[in-house]
């Protein structure tokens, strides 16, 4: 009888042990830098529950370039949550060996006289006068607005495609915006950053603050509430963090009196 009940014990022990393995694996996984897939996940999820901050979904993408469609992961498939980039070692550079090259030496020779003759005549032509054209302002655009201090625009850029620091013409970017309802593919926006504070010339009182044009980027795609832009025109480097408003194309030009 003690017998029987010793077995009974001891499968119920290992029946025990064998339902918490799995999650053992599991969380080794994920301490690991590896998370597998579930059912209903999505990179928005997985980088607010790893990365803290579902904003860097973009950097999941980036690390796990298996992932065609960054809307279409299916479960059981691994995510790499962490960058392994193998550390290359600096070979000492040589310095190149200066070569001095043997100049043959020179042998003075007596100067050649030689019958100067006077240049031809030049045939005057009338002078033309250039045509006037009206005078234009091409950079009346990235010549910055006065707002509130707090303003922030509609939306923000996320990063580059390519992970640039800093971005200009032709470039790829992630936006994210307050609301995307209004968001169509070919829109474009203008982007733009905040400068120094404004202040009253008499009472020195904050009445606003500076902000500078940095260029103009046009929708190519949509990911969810995230989109792709291009950038199409840049006065300076655009930022990651850099905000977004809408686009209104402003041009002055000078008139001529008659």
């Known amino acids: 009888m003690r017998r029987l009940i010793g077995i009974f014990f001891t499968t119920i022990l290992m029946l025990s042990l064998f339902s918490v393995l799995p999650g053992l694996t599991q969380d080794t996984k994920e301490a690991d830098g590896v998370y597998t ?3 209903g996940d999505t990179l928005w999820d997985i980088s607010s529950r790893f990365l803290k901050d579902p904003f860097l979904w973009p950097k999941l993408w980036q690390r796990n370039p ?3 469609n960054p809307h279409w992961i299916y479960p059981g498939n691994p995510v790499r949550l962490t960058t392994l980039e193998p550390i290359k070692k600096e070979e000492p550079k040589s310095e190149p060996k200066e070569v001095v090259e043997e100049r043959p030496k020179e042998v003075m ?5 030689k019958k ?45 495609r390519e992970g640039k620091n800093l ?4 470039d790829i970017v992630y936006l994210a915006f307050k609301t995307s309802e209004s968001v169509l593919i070919g829109d474009q926006y203008t982007v733009f950053r ?12 904050k009445v606003g603050r500076r902000y500078n044009i940095i260029g103009n980027v046009k929708i190519i795609d949509q990911h969810g509430n995230f989109f792709t832009a291009k950038v199409i025109e840049s006065f300076d480097a655009l930022q990651k963090g850099d905000m977004i408003k809408p686009y209104s194309k402003e041009q002055m030009e000078g008139v001529i009196g008659k």
Do not use: C, Q, W
């Open 37 to 39: 897939i579930k059912k």
């Open 194 to 205: 905040a400068s120094e504070e404004i202040k009253h010339p008499v009472t020195d009182k």
């Open 109 to 113: 020779k007596e100067p050649e006289i």
């Open 66 to 68: 298996y992932i065609n």
């Open 167 to 170: 971005m200009s013409g032709d």
């Open 116 to 160: 100067v003759e006077p240049p031809p005549e030049v045939e005057k032509k009338p002078e033309v006068i250039a045509e006037v054209k009206p005078v234009g302002f091409p950079d009346i655009r990235s010549a910055g607005f006065m707002s509130d201090i707090e303003f922030k625009g509609i939306g923000i850029i996320l990063e580059s």
